[in-house]
Nanobody
Framework: QVQLVESGGGLVQAGGSLRLSCAAS????????MGWFRQAAGKEREFVAA???????????DYAESVNGRFTISRDNAKNAVYLQMNRLKPEDTAIYYC???????????????????WGQGTQVTVSS
């Protein structure tokens, strides 16, 4: 049974930082696209960042315009985990953050929710002004 479990959310003041973690179990995702999405209250779930395996030990990262330059996605294949380092947080970053993974290895990550087959339960991030 595949599971993705997020952690690291919490309450932080504007300008602060948080690091989200997503631990995968049940299979490895070292050559699969993995991403982070978020959903604010009353809004649709949206793309935040994703990482695509580009061969060997190389990965390609993509970011939503709203977080580019502030957030960094990374992964540790030995731990079967993906991370999201969030710096210079803003109140508008407040949302539930979800980790997602593509079941098919080798595919390029996309911003579409439908490209991901596995989802975590989410972790709440609240940024106060």
């Amino acid at each position: 049974q595949v599971q993705l479990v997020e952690s690291g959310g919490g309450l932080v003041q504007a300008g602060g930082s948080l690091r989200l973690s997503c631990a995968a179990s049940g299979r490895t995702f070292s050559s699969s696209a993995m991403g982070w999405f978020r959903q604010a209250a009353g809004k649709e779930r949206e793309f935040v960042a994703a990482t695509t395996w580009s061969g060997g030990r190389s990965y390609y990262a993509d970011y939503a315009e709203s977080v580019n330059g502030r957030f960094t996605i990374s992964r540790d294949n030995a731990k079967n985990a993906v991370y999201l380092q969030m710096n210079r947080l803003k109140p508008e970053d407040t949302a539930i953050y979800y980790c997602a993974a593509d079941a098919i290895p080798g595919r390029q990550a996309t911003k579409a929710l439908t490209s991901y087959d596995y989802w975590g339960q989410g972790t709440q991030v609240t940024v106060s002004s």
